[in-house]
């Protein structure tokens, strides 16, 4: 009989052990992340919060209208009132454009010197909380020795491209999907010559994460990435926006970037392995529908 409950004893503990083996390889796939699967792709509004995809259901923001272009300025004081004895006062000058040019008559000279006035780095997303502020936490690229970006004029409409960040666990479940999107505001030029950015900022729209996921993005313009892509008499800004990730689990933390090429003109590239990993993905599921479309045609 003690043999029995020894025996059994042992097959239980084998078991046990089995099981706690089972459960900790379970938790390794739960926790790590594929590589292959960290992709960034452009979306529409349509892919946004389509059933099934994992995104926080609502209303979509509006796009960003972006920081003012060119806020109206003060109207001039009005004339003193005249009669007799009251001598006429000379005209306060208008402020206009022409004004700021000539308070920075010098600027014109470096107008191919291209500086970012606002800031370098701010963080978009902290611990899965959209913390970003986009009347303040942005980026311009305009002519050194001007102080503000609204000296420039002639700026367009705030553009805006939006993207779904994403990854997958060793079980090929998405843990974590990020919308978000990229705002600039380009074309801006001092007294004619140029064009130049301002706004140039990154906004969340929502954020999605399995249990035991946290993220973290952070948004960075180097000084080094700033440059002037045009001619010295035709000076055209550019700028690296890159967006840089955590993404924090009990096993580890996986961190890496994706960078945003952005032109005074309105250029905007992507670059990155997240942006060739979502395209190599759209590659292999239009290769899918095609060989499955072939099986399945009937030939008559």
């Known amino acids: 009989m003690t043999k029995l409950l020894a025996t059994a004893a042992a097959i239980s503990a084998l078991f046990a052990g089995q099981v706690v083996a089972a459960d900790n390889v379970d938790q390794q796939k739960y926790f790590t992340v594929d590589p292959g699967s960290i992709m960034i792709q452009e979306v529409t509004s349509r892919d946004i919060g389509r059933p099934g995809d994992g995104t926080i259901p609502g209303a979509m923001p509006k796009p960003t209208s972006g920081p003012v272009i060119n806020p109206p300025l003060p109207p001039a004081p009005p004339p003193p009132s005249s009669g007799p004895g009251v001598a006429p006062a000379p005209s306060a000058p208008q402020p206009s454009f022409d004004n700021v040019i000539h308070d920075i008559n010098g600027t014109v000279d470096t107008v191919d010197h291209i500086v970012n006035l606002a800031q370098k780095i701010w963080n978009i997303i902290q611990q899965n909380q959209p913390v970003v502020n986009i009347n303040t936490n942005y980026a311009n690229a305009v002519p050194y020795g001007t102080t503000h970006w609204t000296q ?3 700026w367009h409409q705030p553009a805006t491209k939006r993207y779904a960040f994403s990854m997958k666990n060793g ?3 998405e843990v974590v999907k990020v919308i978000y999107q990229v705002d ?13 950015l301002t706004g140039v900022t990154i906004e969340p729209l929502s954020v999605t994460t399995a249990w035991g996921y946290k993220v973290n993005l952070t948004s960075m313009v180097p000084d080094s990435t700033i440059a002037n892509v045009g001619t010295s008499a035709d000076p055209v800004a550019a700028m690296q926006v890159q967006l840089a990730w955590t993404v924090h689990t009990a096993l580890k933390d996986i961190t890496s970037k994706a960078i945003y090429y952005v032109q005074g003109d309105g ?3 992507e670059m990155g392995t997240p942006f060739k990993n979502a395209k190599e993905a759209q590659t292999s599921a239009q290769l899918d529908a095609v060989t499955t479309a072939i099986s ?5």
């Open 152 to 154: 420039l004029q002639g």
């Open 171 to 173: 079980f090929g479940s």
């Open 184 to 196: 600039y505001t380009y074309g801006g030029n001092l007294n004619g010559k140029g064009k130049f």
């Open 267 to 269: 250029l905007i590239q």
């Open 296 to 300: 399945t045609a009937s030939f008559n």
